[in-house]
T-cell receptor, first 114, second 115 residues
């Protein structure tokens, strides 16, 4: 069985500061992928970043980076230089190589303070 | 490129009524999905279609049926709506990369209320 744990239901960060959103996972698949999605208050799901289990380097996409620690089964999202538009729910998601099913965490609500 | 489109955006039903949620994608993806999102929860998979002509149950399939009409379209049907099906429904599509799911592209969602 696959499991995603996001232990921070809500977080606050000052504008222009960096913030780390925690994610731990559990899977028995030797090959898997980890995603982060952003859901603003308008409701759409926006893909942010992807990390494959065999990728040697941590993924980066603009201001987003994924701190992937395979041995600890963690895949934390780091947002640098937070902006007001970053205020949203953030979901960590696990995909196993042998499955079409994604496992979603319960999400972290990030609020950016001016 | 519209990506993933869903209709309707909002719907109110009475208990026992039926309806079909429509979804279409123009990215030539093989796989399509239906999720529901309840307050305080992540998305939960209802049904998916790995490729045209196939459908499979996800985590919460009870009370729903699906049809993969062609490669572009994947519909979700509620035969007899219940208040427990009040939720936001998302359709998504994806390719497959090196044996692992590629990113899923989501539609804008349908907010369904069952009275």
């Amino acid at each position: 069985a696959q499991k995603i744990t996001q232990t921070q239901p809500g977080m606050f960060v000052q504008e222009k500061e960096a913030v780390t959103l925690d994610c731990t996972y559990d899977t028995s698949d030797p090959s898997y992928g980890l995603f982060w999605y952003k859901q603003p208050s308008s409701g759409e799901m926006i893909f942010l970043i992807y990390q494959g289990s065999y990728d040697q380097q941590n993924a980066t996409e603009g201001r987003y980076s994924l701190n992937f620690q395979k041995a600890r089964k963690s895949a934390n999202l780091v947002i640098s230089a937070s902006q007001l538009g970053d205020s949203a729910m953030y979901f960590c998601v696990l995909a196993g190589a042998g499955s079409y099913q994604l496992t979603f965490g319960k999400g972290t609500k990030l609020s950016v303070i001016p | 490129n519209a990506g993933v489109t869903q209709t309707p955006k909002f719907q109110v039903l009475k208990t026992g009524q039926s309806m079909t949620l429509q979804c279409a994608q123009d990215m030539n993806h093989n796989s399509m999905y239906w999720y529901r999102q309840d307050p305080g929860m992540g998305l939960r998979l209802i049904y998916y279609s790995a490729s045209e002509g196939t459908t499979d149950k996800g985590e919460v399939p009870n009370g729903y049926n699906v049809s993969r009409l062609n490669k572009r379209e994947f519909s979700l049907r509620l035969e007899s709506a219940a208040p427990s099906q009040t939720s936001v429904y998302f359709c998504a599509s994806s390719g497959r990369l090196a044996g692992v799911l590629n990113e899923q592209f989501f539609g804008p969602g349908t907010r369904l209320t069952v009275l």
